[in-house]
């Protein structure tokens, strides 16, 4: 029994190699048979030892043209590509780095009435609007209103430095007085104004109204008006009138002429000055021009003079005189030029207010 069993064990074991030897050798074909396909004959190595089959490479997939004439089906006319449109060249200028450079930014001045409000306006004047107090409390660049403010110093020659921050009173007409003086300035974009005045008084006053009907004023105590002789002609419109003053037995275009065209600086130690008050370029100037020179300076003879233009020939010039002599009190006095017809442009008039007094003198008011 021992002998049959070892028998049979040797006959499985040979069936099952052989088995095993004939799906190595066969398997592709095999595999072919069961999916129905006629697999070509693989070529088989025979080894002396079993191995293992390698799994085939996969065959190279040919892809055939395959037109709609070969399928039997009616040609279709393909749409043709459409152009392509180039974008239009910009002239780009490249830097060091091969990057474009945009073109230089222009800038603008700001100009006034450009505030958001307006800006928003002008896109859509028919939208409605919704109006309320806090409106009227910013200022064009979004800061909170604050009441106007003014200071004063006092500066050489007894001359009166004053500022004004007005935030909410932007590029407005203000009217300067003082003690018979007055003239007409603007706050700028920011609402600010930076002008000079003579003081006229030694406690002087300074009083400013906004064309908003806002007004503001504040005192500053002046020293050195004693050594001084003042005289100041006053006009409206941007051409009127004009003081020349004659000193040290000058005339008309020597060193001794002070007037517009040669003002001098205050500091000066040849003799007065002339300063103008007011910006000509407000709407309705009132315009100013005021000379000082110390009590002993010779003065020879202060003129006014109106000039014939084509916005003057043919009418009746007015202006004012306002003098300050020493400590005397300010005085007061009016004028008028009967200006001639217009065919008389270019020529000038005048008239003489005679020289000032030297050493310190009280003058009444009618002695001007």
Not at 65 to 88: N, R
Not at 229 to 253: C, K, P, Q, T
């Amino acid at each position: 029994m021992q002998i049959k069993r070892r028998a049979i064990t040797v006959g499985t074991t040979f069936f099952l190699a052989a088995a095993t030897g004939h799906v190595m050798q066969n398997g592709e074909t095999i595999s072919a048979r069961l999916r129905g396909g006629d697999a070509a004959p693989a070529a088989v190595l025979v080894s002396a030892t079993p191995t293992v089959a390698a799994a085939p490479a996969p065959a190279p997939v040919v892809q055939a043209s395959v037109t709609p004439g070969d399928m039997g089906l009616p040609k279709v006319a393909m749409p043709e590509e459409a152009p392509v449109i180039a974008p239009a060249s910009l002239p780009l200028v490249t830097t060091a780095s091969g990057l474009p450079d945009l073109p230089a930014a222009q800038p603008a001045p700001l100009k006034a009435g450009t505030a958001l409000a307006q800006r928003v306006d002008a896109l859509d004047p028919a939208a409605p609007k919704t109006q309320s107090a806090a409106d009227a409390n910013y200022t064009a660049f979004g800061i909170a209103c604050a009441d106007p403010v003014m200071s004063m110093e006092v500066a050489a020659r007894a001359m009166l430095k004053v500022h004004v921050a007005a935030p909410c009173f932007a590029n407005e007409r203000v009217t300067v007085t003082h003690e018979g003086l007055m003239f007409t300035v603007a706050t700028d974009v920011a609402g600010d104004a930076d002008f000079v005045i003579p003081a006229m008084a030694q406690q002087a006053f300074v009083n400013l109204h906004f064309a908003s009907g806002d007004e503001i004023g504040m005192s500053q105590p002046v020293s050195g008006l004693e050594g001084l002789n003042r005289i100041a002609v006053l006009w409206s419109g941007g051409e009127g009138l004009h003081l020349s003053a004659l000193e040290a037995g000058g005339g008309f275009g020597s060193a001794g002429h002070v007037s517009a065209a040669a003002p001098r600086d205050r500091g000066t130690s040849l003799g007065g000055f002339l300063v103008t008050l007011g910006d000509a370029a407000v709407d309705r100037p009132l315009m100013a021009e005021v000379y000082t020179a110390p009590v002993q300076a010779k003065v020879d003879e202060v003129i006014v003079e109106a000039a014939v233009t084509d916005e003057t020939c043919g009418k009746v010039v007015n202006g004012a005189i306002v003098g300050k002599r020493g400590l005397a009190p300010v005085t007061h006095d009016t004028l008028s030029f009967a200006m001639p017809g217009c065919d008389a442009v270019g020529d000038q008039l005048m008239l003489s207010l005679g020289g000032l007094p030297q050493g310190p003198v009280a003058l009444a008011a009618s002695d001007l």
